[in-house]
């Protein structure tokens, strides 16, 4: 028995509720930094893109939903669980967060090769990546057709494929917070009743 006469296992799995909880707001935490310095053009060169945290996220969702089936196959009782405000308020924190940072993102990106946009051979554009090769710039059309770019056009690409991806790993590394705080939370539920 562990401390306030619950079995040794309740109580490691609320801790893990609460130390996924707190991976959670450390990945949302640093995810905001990494898109907040994604808009500064100084620091954009100086923010490597960070792939750990593409990882953190998938893994913690994943076993959270893990967590989330064996929880609903040894409950059938409906849950009385609501949000706190805090985390309410910073859900609509993180929701103007993304957006403005996603607009101005979308806004300052280069649009000569917009999507949608022709290519030089008259194509609609559907696909494009970017790359550097011998000191010089170029974006892959449609995966085929390779167009010299100036650094600009290079950067602004790279930072709006930057500014996507920590716009989500903000957005995604909240659902995760919320999805461990309601786990928690019917931990406690579970094992009270």
């Known amino acids: 028995m562990?401390?306030?006469?619950?079995?040794?296992?309740?109580?490691?799995?609320c801790m893990r509720a609460s130390i996924a909880m707190i991976i959670a707001g450390a990945l949302l935490a640093s995810s905001s930094l990494v898109l907040l310095l994604q808009q500064i053009p100084p620091a954009q060169d100086m923010v490597?893109?960070?792939?750990?945290?593409?990882?953190?996220?998938?893994?913690?969702?994943?076993?959270?939903?893990?967590?989330?089936?064996?929880l609903r196959k040894r409950s059938t009782r409906p849950s009385e669980i609501y949000f706190p405000w805090w985390l309410i308020g910073l859900g609509v924190g993180v929701v103007v967060i993304v957006l403005a940072t996603g607009l101005s993102t979308l806004l300052s990106a280069p649009t000569r090769f917009g999507l949608g946009t022709a290519a030089p051979n008259g194509e609609a554009i559907s696909h494009k990546s970017a790359f550097e090769r011998d000191g010089r710039y170029y974006l892959r059309l449609n995966r085929?057709?390779?167009?010299?770019?100036?650094?600009?056009?290079?950067?602004?690409?790279?930072?709006?494929?930057?500014?996507?991806?920590?716009?989500?790993?903000?957005?995604?590394?909240?659902?995760?917070?919320?999805?461990?705080?309601?786990?928690?939370?019917?931990?406690?539920?579970?094992?009270?009743?």
Not at 2 to 13: D, I, N, W
Not at 48 to 65: N, R, S
């Open 2 to 13: 562990a401390s306030g006469g619950r079995p040794v296992t309740e109580s490691l799995a």
């Open 144 to 193: 085929t057709l390779d167009v010299e770019v100036t650094r600009e056009e290079f950067l602004g690409f790279e930072q709006t494929i930057k500014g996507t991806f920590a716009g989500a790993w903000v957005l995604f590394s909240y659902l995760v917070l919320g999805l461990w705080y309601y786990l928690g939370k019917r931990r406690e539920e579970l094992y009270a009743g």
């Open 48 to 70: 490597p893109f960070q792939w750990w945290i593409h990882i953190a996220i998938i893994a913690l969702g994943l076993f959270g939903f893990a967590e989330l089936y064996f």
